[in-house]
């Protein structure tokens, strides 16, 4: 298989709280994109990291990449209670167009 | 703008029936996969197609079958439906580019129950 993991698989913090996921892959990669899933509906991308990136930001989101470790994470900086739901890291291999998803953090915001 | 659609939303079978899960899609996209969601397992991907004409089996292929007779249209056969198939299935769709990578857009999903 060539999914890759997370960690934790779920996290409760609260409101105003910064929430930190961690994404492991297994191979040498072209990008990797996080996704969100809220209940029950289709994945939304949220931030795209090529492999020659080291950090991405976009709004609360901040995104680390270490290929040599083969390991991403996910800071979402103070935190609301609508960013409830389900994160995903997904790598695309090297050479490869396919994105291949992790099992993803549940994430729980308390008001 | 539709983006991604899938058809239909909800499908219940019985162990044995075949049925088509249609997905189409509005963007021009080349690139076009089915991915299966399983509590625990995230989602796996089963088929894509790199264009109209191509396809190839991805992680999970047994039980299924596409076809790409169109750039819009991606749809994944069940040919005797079994237990094991019960998930969540998404389309996505996405522009080809193996240098600059890009963002996938899902559907919203079929949930299939197979009794």
């Known amino acids: 298989s060539q999914q890759g993991e997370e960690d934790p698989q779920a996290l409760s913090i609260q409101e105003g709280e910064n929430a930190t996921m961690n994404c492991s892959y297994k191979t040498s990669i072209n990008n990797l994109q996080w996704y969100r899933q809220n209940s029950g509906r289709g994945l939304v991308h949220l931030i795209l990291i090529r492999s020659n990136e080291r950090e991405k930001h976009s709004g609360r989101l901040r995104v680390t990449l270490d290929t040599s470790k083969k390991s991403s994470s996910l800071l979402i900086t103070a935190s609301r209670a609508a960013d409830t739901a389900s994160y995903f890291c997904a790598q695309v291999p090297t050479g490869a167009n396919n994105l291949f998803f992790g099992t993803g953090t549940r994430l729980t915001v308390i008001p | 703008n539709a983006g991604v659609t899938q058809t239909p939303k909800f499908q219940v079978l019985k162990t044995g029936q075949s049925m088509t899960l249609q997905c189409a899609q509005d963007m021009n996209h080349e690139y076009m996969s089915w991915y299966r969601q399983d509590p625990g397992m995230g989602l796996r991907l089963i088929h894509y197609?790199?264009?109209?004409?191509?396809?190839d089996q991805g992680e999970v292929p047994n039980g299924y079958n596409v076809s790409r007779s169109t750039t819009e249209d991606f749809p994944l056969r069940l040919l005797s439906a079994a237990p094991s198939q019960t998930s969540v299935y998404f389309c996505?769709?996405?522009?080809?580019?193996?240098?600059?990578?890009?963002?996938?857009?899902f559907g919203q999903g079929t949930r299939l129950t197979v009794v």
């Open positions: 197609s790199v264009g109209a004409g191509i396809t």
């Open positions: 996505a769709s996405s522009y080809r580019s193996r240098e600059l990578g890009t963002e996938a857009f």
